[in-house]
């Protein structure tokens, strides 16, 4: 039996399509702007098709995403792949463009640097490697820039990356942004969410148990406050690339926010950079990847989020989960959805988060290649996005 809940969220994959809604015109170009809505509607990885779409609710959009079609090493005769990344700021968007720019580069240059004959596809160990190259480098950053923008220490971001490669999916995640797996269970020919990734949140036990086990002589080490689990009663996620003001004790002093320091020095970083990696064979059965800022998943479940990209077309589907996470955000406030679109970004915050959605099908006959013969493509989420309110 379909709840009328998802008819209602799915009924719109089923109307008619129109011309602005749900054509393919953007090609392999680098996505169209309205308003605060970004969308790529449709685009061809090595291992399938993929839509990507991002909506601002942030003075300035503190999400940033990439998807990377082919080499994924310095060496022309390293391997090929899809490369996929979320990048959930906060503080600012300084971390998450930083990471935007650098990660993949790093990846790529650290396999090159290390390529053999009988390591010649990507390894765990080689992307956090790369998390923690990047680290150093925003870290690096931050030091040269303190004397002139402080507050620059307090940006962080979450890092989620997805890599497909000779038919295995690596996935490293440091913070709460999250995949999910759409797998279509043939017994009962219905598809089923499988959620591939773990949050670095302080709302969950084993993380606040991961927190006191590294800090056994902080008993502050995490709070609750206000009814929410807090890191030193500042932060909820435990994991970022950036968030320099709890890594280094030499950034947690003025100038830098008194919001932001804290009252005792601590003598090893609070948040940890190095990402939690797994890595997997991909099977037929494996239908799509849902990549996604925290943003979404305040809004929608795993298996509704797989629900709506299972049943309507793959041209647009990205936009049509943004979408359906902002008319529960409206519903939640007991308002429509035509009434949140008219608020513009910054006052938006209220409402919903940035929202960030990467969504890679999987086609069963590519996701074992480890050569590519088609374009490459280079594809970052969000850029161009202006003021306007029209979503």
Not at 189 to 198: G, P, R, W
Not at 248 to 276: D, G, Q, S, W, Y
Request: glycine residues 8%; charged residues 25%; proline residues 4%.
């Amino acid at each position: 039996m379909v709840s009328a809940t998802f008819m209602k969220i799915v009924s719109p994959c089923w109307k008619p399509s129109t011309e602005g809604e749900n054509s393919n015109s953007d090609g392999e170009d680098n996505g169209r702007v309205d308003g605060l809505l970004w969308y790529k509607d449709s685009g061809h990885h090595v291992s399938g098709e993929f839509s990507m779409a991002v909506v601002q609710a942030n003075n300035q959009l503190e999400d940033c995403s990439q998807l990377e079609s082919g080499p994924l090493s310095s060496l022309e005769s390293g391997p090929q792949g899809t490369f996929v990344g979320i990048y959930d700021g906060h503080g600012g968007p300084e971390a998450a463009r930083f990471v935007n720019d650098r990660l993949f580069d790093n990846i790529k240059t650290i396999h090159g640097a290390e390529f053999t004959s009988e390591s010649c596809g990507i390894s765990a160990d080689v992307i956090t490697r790369a998390f923690l190259e990047t680290e150093e480098e925003f870290l690096s950053l931050v030091r040269n820039q303190w004397l002139n923008k402080p507050q620059i220490a307090s940006a962080g971001s979450c890092c989620l990356v997805g890599i497909i490669c000779s038919g295995l999916l690596y996935i490293a995640n440091a913070g709460d942004s999250r995949v999910v797996l759409g797998r279509m269970e043939n017994d009962v020919k219905e598809v089923k969410a499988v959620q591939l990734s773990s949050e670095h949140n302080a709302s969950m036990e084993f993380v606040r148990e991961e927190l006191r086990a590294l800090h056994p002589d902080d008993p502050q080490i995490v709070v609750l406050k206000h009814k929410v689990w807090r890191v030193k009663g500042i932060i909820q996620i435990s994991r970022s690339i950036g968030d320099a003001y709890l890594k280094k004790v030499e950034f947690n002093r003025e100038p830098l926010l008194p919001k932001f320091r804290l009252p005792e020095p601590f003598h090893k970083p609070i948040l940890l950079a190095e990402p939690t990696v797994s890595v997997q064979r991909l099977y037929p059965e494996d239908q799509f990847l849902i990549f996604a800022s925290d943003g979404l998943w305040e809004h929608l479940s795993n298996q509704e989020a797989v629900d709506i990209v299972h049943n309507c077309p793959r041209n647009g589907v990205a936009r049509k989960l943004v979408k359906a996470a902002l008319h529960e955000a409206a519903k939640k406030r007991e308002m429509r959805y035509s009434d949140l679109k008219k608020i513009d970004r910054g006052v938006r915050r209220h409402f919903h988060d940035d929202i960030t959605v990467i969504i890679l099908f999987l086609d069963s006959y590519l996701i074992s290649r480890s050569s590519w013969d088609g374009p490459l493509i280079s594809v970052r989420g969000g850029a161009g996005i202006c003021g306007s309110a029209n979503t």
